[in-house]
Each structure stands twice: as structure tokens, then as C-alpha cells.
């Protein structure tokens, strides 16, 4: 017989269950058994949106920040602040947008989310993407710190032994155990601590930049602005810079998750409060940096410092060096556990894992510390042996963060909403493709637009009319091919037939809750009755009573004295909690407005935009090398 004090048997590594543990109970006839119990479900940390938006600002600037003046004078000073705004406005609105699409599916990750609209291959496609992006910073942070902090200690440079073994021994004191801790809301603390020295680091970079110099020798901010409106030749590059220092997509579902209460309203709070002061800092340190040095302006900015004459420029370039460096120790532990995430999802089996429930998975302790081991070595090791990751982290970097930012989140939106794009489509231009349709189509662009160009027949119009009907069939097929449609409905049709097979599987397992939570369709508009007492009579203001069954209680069984006993306790909770309820009321209900075709043609330029800014990545890249 088991000890009574046994505690819940542990499951196999890689494959989690639901813990349970024995517990003795007493039968009425005066004996006592050992039954198994399921232990009580793990409680994740959350966060405030406070503390949300810091976890956001910290994994969007990063060490980001200082390459941004550099940005501008590759793009130009005017086009240069044009695309900082315009990435911010569509970082947030892909942010909002991923976990709206979320919530509508009932999905709590981003690799589910593509999964149950482009199978396993959406699956894998997004989570390598995810663990590309998120080492690939791990590996630059402690770069970074490898090249900043044996400096800041008067350590001599090209003293290879040395700087490892303060690279090393610094990360294992500080890195490696915040990069233990098993909730994104734990590391909300320490974001704010980032957030305020990497203010501090941009008033050191606006303050003490040689900006006033540098306007009187160049005729002045006008002149300067004339010459420098935007760069053709190399605006790309400054783009593909800019689009990279905005990515944080790869860890939007983990910080909304370990939100309190993630609704829509406190989501969007966090992004755009976040965006907004990423926007501010990063505006201010790339235009008070670039005027400052001027074609001269280095990839890092703190270098330019080093090149000015004075001892308070120079003093002020290590105290932001130093700032810069303590950042990068409280940043890295956002990308460990974003790697930490995409490992749990790839490599355990089970459900909790397969959707990204980290908190369950790593509640134990030797997984927590194993995974965490594993990230903190494998990027470490490279960062003790290269000084520059080179083109092949920029590559990595260009696919990544294109895919993860622009490109994943169109292709998630037309997906989703599949079936009302094609409703749409169908409203303008005829039958598109869609399989309710009286001829489907088998190969595409072709039969549609033949079925788009002779969706009259003459028996159905007039010979008057053939004219006009000509010309609108010639318009709607010209702009048909224009607007690339085809490939549209083709994206909208595949994410429709994929959804409602992931919606019929998803159906034979057991209930699940989510933890970002599932939004309820549009509700329709309230009847009422009309006035007077009869309908047309204008004299009554009174509703119609609604006779729906009400909604018991969560956890509450429908019927029986269990669910009415549940359901008094419940009216009791919320009678004595009446204020409370009312100032939460309007954020605990999520509801989903329906698409538009503003909103389409938003998920198309996201689409268009991020494969415009991974070719011209990737030829930068080449021509650079």
C-alpha cells in the first residue's frame, strides 16, 4: 500500500498529464481505501496591463533601439520618421489582429492559430519561425553584453580569455536564473526596470549629441531635411531595419495570455500603449542621433561616440553602453522563454503541450530547468566563440520576422474569415471559389474568371442591356486579375475548408478552456414590442421578455439540485459584489464584429508588405555580401 503522505506520481518527460494523487477516504461501513483524485489544476501568474505593456516594450526595442538612426540615414530624415510611425501602426494593428482571429477560433497560440487553417505544415511553419527569431535574439543579446560589459571593466580589448569568462560567469549570475522563472507574468518586474534605462539610454543619446553642432555646419534643420527626404537606393534596407526592430509577434500570444482578464479592451490598452512609447523613444533616439552624425552615422550610434572629442561625450557613450548592457540581461530571458515555448510544442506530446500551456508542462521543476538549460547553452556556446553572427543570422532574421509580423498575420485573417470573403467576393464579381456554389471550379484562376466573365447568361438579360453588361464584365475583369483575386479566394477558400475540419475535430475532444478566451458572435438586435400594446401602436416601450434558457454558472451541470444550488450561490456572489461586477461587466464579454472589406484589405497589404520586405531583405543581403 502507498504512503498516506504520497505525492502525485510523476508522468513521463515528454509527455505531461494531468497530475493526480492518492487520497484515503472511509466508506460507510467503517472501512478506508486509496482512491486516485486529480490534483488541483496549476494557477498561472498573470499580469496587470501595466505590466503586460511593459513585457511588450521590453521584447520590441531590445537592442533594436541603437541601429534606428542608422535606419533613418539609410531611408532618408522625412521617409525615415514616416516608417517608424507606419511599422509601429502596423505592429499594433497585427497584434490586435492575431489575437482577435484567436479568440474567434477559440485557439490559445499562434501555432495553432495556423494550424487550424493550414494544417501541420501552418503548424511547423510558424513554431520554426518562432525559435528562429527568438534564439537568433538570444544569441545577439549576449553578443551584445560580450562586447559591451568587459569594456565597461577597463578590460583591454582583444583580451579574447577575459571577455568569455565575464560573458559567462556575468549570465550564469543574472541571465540564467530570471531565465528560470515559469510565467511571462513573473518577468514584468524586471521589464519595467528595462523599460526605465532604456528611457534613460535615449535621453543620454538626445542630450548629449552633438546636434546643435551639426545643424550650424549644415545650414540647419531645413536644409538638412531638404537633402535628406527620402533615399531610393537604399530605403529598403532602412525598411528592413525598422520592420525588424518592431518584430514581437513571435511573443504576443504568451504575454496576452498571462494577462488578467486578456479581453479585447485590455489588450489593445497594452498595444497601444506600448507602441505608442516604442514610437516616442525610438523617434527621438534615430532623429536626434542622425542629425547629429549625418552620413556618418554608425550601425550602433553609441560607437559614434567614441569618435567624438571630449571627455563628457565619451562619458556619456559608457554610461549609455552601461545601460544598454543591463538591458540586454533583462531582455534575453523574453526570447528564452519564447524558445522555451516553441520546444514544449514541438517536442511533448499531449495536449496541454500541443497548445502551448507552459505553465502545466513546466511546473515541474526538471523540465523548467532542463528546457531552460538547453536555450541558455546552445546560444551561449556560439556567443563565446564568433564576435558576428553575419549574414546568416540576417537571412534567418529577414524570413523570421517577415513571416512572423506581415505575412503571418494576413494569411491567418483571410483564412479565418475565409467563408465572408468569398461571400463578398461573390456579391461583386459572381461565383468565386466556393464549394456551395452549383460549379466548383477544379483548378483556379482560369475557370473562375470564365465563370466571373459569363455569369450572365443572354436568356437572363436583355438585348438593351448587353451593351452595359459587357462593359461591367470587361471592368470587373480586368480589375478581377488587377486586384490579384485569384490568389485571394484561392488563400480564403483552403483557410475555409481547413477551419471547419479543425472545428470537427476539435469537437470530439473533451471540453477545453482557453486561456486567452473565446469571443461570441454579434448578438442580434433586441426585439421590442411596439407601442400601444399591439404591434404598429406607437405607445409602449416595453421588450419583449426574453424566454431563452439563462446561462448557468461555469462548472455548473445543466439540471438538478447541484446546477440550482450553483446557480443561488452565484446570484448571492454577485448581489453582494454588485459594483465590482458592473465596473468588469463590460470586459468580460468578447464580441466579434463582423469583416468588412476595409478589413480584408488591410490583411492583403500586410500580406503584400511583408513579401515586398522579405525580397528586398534578402537582395539587400546579397548585395551587401
Not at 346 to 372: K, P, Q
Not at 488 to 495: L, M, P, Q, R, T
Request: charged share 20%; proline share 5%.
Amino acid at each position: 500500500m502507498a504512503p498516506r503522505n504520497a505525492g502525485p506520481p510523476k508522468s513521463p518527460f515528454f509527455a505531461p498529464s494531468t497530475p493526480r494523487k492518492l487520497v484515503k477516504v472511509s466508506t460507510p461501513g467503517g472501512t478506508s481505501r486509496l482512491i486516485k483524485k486529480e490534483a488541483p489544476a496549476v494557477k498561472e501568474h498573470k499580469s496587470t496591463v501595466a505590466g503586460a505593456t511593459s513585457n511588450l516594450v521590453n521584447g520590441i526595442i531590445g537592442a533594436g533601439i541603437v541601429g534606428i538612426p542608422f535606419a533613418i540615414k539609410e531611408t532618408g530624415l522625412v521617409a525615415g520618421v514616416i516608417l517608424v510611425i507606419l511599422c509601429a501602426i502596423l505592429t499594433e494593428k497585427s497584434l490586435r489582429l492575431l489575437i482577435d482571429t484567436a479568440k474567434h477560433v477559440d485557439v490559445p497560440s499562434y501555432e495553432t492559430l495556423f494550424e487550424s487553417t493550414y494544417g501541420s505544415f501552418g503548424f511547423y511553419f510558424i513554431s520554426i519561425n518562432m525559435l528562429i527569431m527568438g534564439y537568433g535574439g538570444c544569441l545577439s543579446y549576449l553578443i551584445i553584453i560580450k562586447d559591451t560589459l568587459p569594456v565597461l571593466l577597463g578590460v583591454e580589448k582583444g583580451n579574447v580569455g577575459m571577455e568569455r569568462a565575464i560573458l559567462t560567469v556575468s549570465t550564469m549570475a543574472i541571465i540564467l536564473p530570471i531565465s528560470m522563472q515559469r510565467d511571462m507574468a513573473d518577468l514584468a518586474k524586471t521589464s519595467k526596470i528595462s523599460v526605465l534605462f532604456q528611457c534613460l539610454m535615449v535621453l543620454a543619446v538626445v542630450f548629449f549629441s552633438p546636434v546643435s553642432t551639426s545643424l550650424h555646419e549644415n545650414g540647419g534643420l531645413q536644409q538638412i531635411a531638404s537633402n535628406s527626404i527620402i533615399k531610393s537606393s537604399t530605403i529598403f534596407i532602412g525598411l528592413g531595419v525598422l520592420s525588424f526592430a518592431f518584430v514581437c509577434q513571435h511573443g504576443a500570444f504568451i504575454v496576452a495570455g498571462s494577462l488578467e482578464r486578456p479581453t479585447k479592451k485590455r489588450w489593445a490598452q497594452a498595444t497601444s500603449w506600448a507602441l505608442c512609447l516604442c514610437v516616442v523613444l525610438e523617434t527621438a533616439c534615430g532623429v536626434a542621433g542622425y542629425l547629429a552624425f549625418l552620413d556618418e552615422t554608425k550601425g550602433d550610434i553609441l560607437n559614434n561616440f567614441l569618435d567624438v572629442d571630449g571627455g563628457d561625450m565619451k562619458k556619456a557613450a559608457n554610461v549609455a553602453r552601461g545601460l544598454l548592457c543591463t538591458t540586454m540581461f533583462l531582455v534575453y530571458p523574453m526570447d528564452s522563454f519564447i524558445c522555451r515555448h516553441v520546444l514544449v510544442v514541438l517536442f511533448f506530446r499531449g495536449r496541454r503541450a500541443h497548445e502551448g500551456d507552459d505553465a502545466s508542462v513546466l511546473s515541474r521543476r526538471d523540465r523548467r530547468v532542463a528546457i531552460t538549460l538547453i536555450v541558455y547553452l546552445s546560444s551561449l556556446i556560439p556567443a563565446l566563440l564568433v564576435d558576428n553572427v553575419g549574414s546568416v543570422l540576417a537571412l534567418t532574421g529577414t524570413i523570421g520576422a517577415s513571416s512572423l509580423a506581415y505575412i503571418g498575420p494576413g494569411l491567418i485573417y483571410m483564412a479565418v474569415y475565409g467563408a465572408e470573403f468569398l461571400e463578398k467576393v461573390d456579391q461583386v464579381w459572381g461565383p468565386s471559389v466556393d464549394g456551395n456554389n452549383k460549379k466548383q471550379p477544379t483548378s483556379g484562376g482560369d475557370v473562375e474568371s470564365s465563370q466571373l466573365l459569363a455569369n450572365k447568361t443572354p436568356e437572363t438579360t436583355s438585348e438593351s442591356e448587353n451593351s452595359t453588361s459587357m462593359v461591367q464584365r470587361l471592368v470587373k475583369g480586368i480589375a478581377w486579375y488587377l486586384l490579384l483575386m485569384p490568389i485571394w479566394c484561392f488563400i480564403a477558400d483552403v483557410g475555409k475548408k481547413k477551419l471547419t475540419q479543425f472545428h470537427e475535430k476539435e469537437a470530439l475532444k473533451s471540453p477545453h478552456i482557453n486561456r486567452l478566451g473565446k469571443s461570441a458572435p454579434q448578438p442580434p438586435l433586441e426585439m421590442k414590442r411596439p407601442r400601444g400594446g399591439s404591434f404598429g401602436a406607437p405607445n409602449d416601450d416595453l421588450t419583449v421578455p426574453d424566454f431563452r434558457p439563462k446561462a448557468l454558472p461555469y462548472g455548473a451541470v445543466s439540471g438538478g439540485n447541484k446546477a440550482i444550488g450553483a446557480a443561488i450561490l452565484a446570484k448571492k456572489q454577485s448581489d453582494g459584489n454588485s459594483a465590482k461586477q458592473k465596473s468588469q461587466g463590460e470586459e468580460v464579454a468578447d464580441i466579434d464584429a463582423p469583416p468588412t472589406w476595409y478589413d480584408f484589405c488591410v490583411a492583403i497589404f500586410f500580406i503584400a508588405f511583408g513579401v515586398v520586405a522579405l525580397c528586398a531583405g534578402m537582395v539587400s543581403i546579397l548585395m551587401t555580401n
